[in-house]
């Protein structure tokens, strides 16, 4: 299978936007994802970047975790209980304003930025999230960006099929799905979902699993685990054609490396899922 390669920040999360960029090139990546904390502590100008970016053959493609912007976010003395992922400060998520997400994708060549409803209340109305994703929406295609929703079990985009139909309400042409495949298999999903909502997802977040361990907080490096990855990446290819295909492995095994080894881990876990997949 022929597909572009994307590193996702938090595979490596010790590495600064620079190193990110760096290191991605070095394993073979195309694309690296970033978010409005690593843009604004990188330590460059916008054409810095920009040149970084160029010379090492890489692009940015999502800028990730942009979680203000939807009802039923915790706020205030509610965060803290969710401020802490994998033992880095996540506050961003639920506190930086919607204009920086905008700014750094601006600023960094992005197309898309990751809308979550990380530790949302699952009881906020769906109309809710619906009005607020149109307006975010709205607001991103006038910076010529997408927005893609990632659904999280135990919030109020909890699986494939929510996520699905919170696109089809919204109706915004530059709106799809964010895929990741352990939200699948923690949501209860499986291929026959990927096959049926396909063609609504716009990005990937790969990792792998064990079921007999499916709450295991460390994420496994696809082809380490027992997700059917081929198949769900062989939908995703007949739709369409060269998808770019992120990796995004949150574990201590990995956190453990050097953020060089651990991006070169990733991709090779990646080519070995998808030397498999015809095409």
């Known amino acids: ?7 996702c920040c938090g595979t490596v999360g010790r590495a600064s936007l620079p190193d990110l960029i760096e290191i991605g090139a070095a394993a073979g990546f195309g694309a690296v994802t970033a978010n409005p904390t ?30 203000s912007g939807l009802p039923g976010i915790p706020t205030g003395e509610a965060i803290a209980p969710y401020q802490f992922f994998h033992e880095r400060d996540v506050r961003r ?46 607001r991103a295609a006038r910076r010529g960006l997408r927005i893609v929703i990632e659904f999280l079990p135990g919030t109020a985009v909890p699986d494939i099929g929510a996520a699905a139909a919170l696109v089809e309400a919204v109706g915004a042409p530059n709106f799809a799905i964010m895929f990741d495949t352990r939200h699948l298999a923690r949501s209860g999903g499986g291929t026959q979902d990927v096959a049926r909502h396909a063609a609504r997802i716009g990005a990937v977040q790969l990792s792998d699993l064990r079921l007999a361990a499916i709450d295991d907080p460390n994420r496994l490096l696809p082809g380490e685990g027992d997700l059917p990855l081929t198949e769900i990446l062989a939908h995703l290819a007949r739709i ?9 492995v949150f574990s201590s095994a990995l956190d453990a490396m050097t953020p060089r080894d651990a991006a070169q881990a990733a991709a090779d876990s990646l080519r070995r899922v998808l030397r498999d997949i015809p095409g």
């Open 38 to 67: 690593l843009y604004a502590q990188a330590g460059l100008s916008d054409g810095a970047l920009q040149a970084r970016l160029s010379d090492a053959g890489v692009r940015v493609s999502n800028i990730d975790g942009f979680g």
């Open 240 to 248: 369409r054609p060269r998808p770019p295909i992120g990796i995004e």
């Open 1 to 7: 299978m022929d597909a572009e390669l994307e590193l």
């Open 93 to 138: 998520t639920f506190l930086t304003p919607e204009d920086d997400f905008y700014r750094a994708a601006e600023a960094l060549g992005a197309q898309s930025v990751n809308l979550v409803h990380f530790a949302g209340d699952p009881a906020t109305p769906f109309d809710a999230i619906v009005e607020a994703a149109s307006g975010i929406c709205e």
